[in-house]
């Protein structure tokens, strides 16, 4: 199956980089801030990406312990980072540099995975047409602005940019559509899979590259769904209770691209935490980093993804190649399980010990994770009334795991539980 390679690598890195790093105010700042073209146009006259450096930005995702990396090739304000024949609206006219050959040639070079993020919007393009997210939506002619502008061009045009993607860069494992919005608002219709003519799309997407995942957002079913800033409470099912592959695309603080004074930023205990949850569901998580202006890693990220990479090293195998477990967790953390190992991840640390539903006589082994160090087990004792020593009042079937009073120096304590059966 084409997604085998998905479900085992559960972590990948999200980059949004473009000319709105520059303005350094969110990826949606044209449209937020209602600028015209000649507005916006001082962001591609200054795109000067000198520091942006593809092997790093591989290396950072490797060593954070992530499978695979997705690049937006375009964002909704048309801006490409590719060297695309039908537009000169591209890094390759500001820098003399295809950025998307670069990523390609490093995220490969690291043994990863290669992803592409595409917007099926296109703000900049004369024939697409004003709409309720269009930065001109609000103009006093905003209306009249949609004469003579031909979404069948703009089609054209969308299909021919995905096409020079997908045979100019060799072997494309994933791609990421953005985005399809058919609800009316304001007074503006919006845009459902017709706007793409969405299946023909997909279907020059399954030719091309046969083996690529592509996911949900043309607004018809692919390969995988993709919950934006939440996270699922249960492992996705499709209408008939299949179960569904999905990914969580998260940010580090809210904004995908460059938000120089968004300092709203997640810590990375509560990241390894958002991780395990997801792959407790059977799901992946998609991590962003929005580079900086000149294209740059931020530090602030760097750091982040420094601090994740080190919990990964020691923890991978909780993580990587894991899943959904059918075991009912206890109220501490979540499970997730790879063949005959279940893990435990701890979101709080008990006090001295962790009561397990359902594992009495089930496992041979526990220890914790980080430095593989043996812990005790035990199970409900009904001769034994000496409560102050050891707990008793536990279900029949429970198994208690013993605690060091201190808690593991790592972002998140695992245990790794060997099941007997």
Known sequence: MRQEWFDEARFGMFVHFGIYSVAARHEWVQSYERLT??????????????????????????????????????????????????????SQQTSGRDLVREFVDAVRAEGLKVGLYHSVIDWHHPDF????????????????????????????????????????YGRIDYLFFDFTYPESRDGWAGKGPDAWDAEALLGMCRELQPDMLVNDRLGIPADFVTPEQYQPTAPLVDEQGAPRVWEACQTLNGSWGYHRDNTDQKSPTLLVQMLADSVSMDGNMLLNIGPDG????????????????????????????????????????????????LYLHLFSWPLGFVHLPDLAGRVSFARLLNDGSWLKTSVPDPDQ?????????????????????????????VIELTLAD
């Open 37 to 90: 073209d000649d507005d916006y146009r001082q962001y591609f006259e200054h795109f000067d990406p000198d520091r942006f450096d593809a092997r790093a930005i591989a290396r950072q995702a490797r060593e954070a312990g992530m499978g695979y990396v997705v690049l937006t090739t375009k964002h909704h304000d048309g801006f490409c980072l590719f060297d695309s024949a039908l537009t000169d609206f591209s």
């Open 129 to 168: 047409t004003v709409d309720w997210n269009h930065p001109r939506r609000d103009d006093e002619n905003a209306a009249a602005l949609n004469e003579g502008r031909d979404m069948a061009r703009y089609r054209e045009y969308l299909h021919g940019q995905v096409q020079e993607l997908l045979t100019q």
């Open 294 to 341: 000149r294209g740059a890693i931020a530090p602030r990220d760097a750091r982040t993804l420094d601090e994740i990479g080190r919990w990964m090293l020691l923890h991978r195998d909780a993580i990587v190649g894991a899943g959904h477990a059918e075991f009912t967790p206890p109220r501490e953390g979540v499970y997730t399980r790879r063949g005959d190992r």
């Open 385 to 413: 009334h000496d409560t102050h020593m050891t707990p008793t009042l536990q279900d029949e079937g429970t198994l208690t795991v013993h605690l060091p009073v201190q808690r593991p120096d790592v972002l998140m304590p």
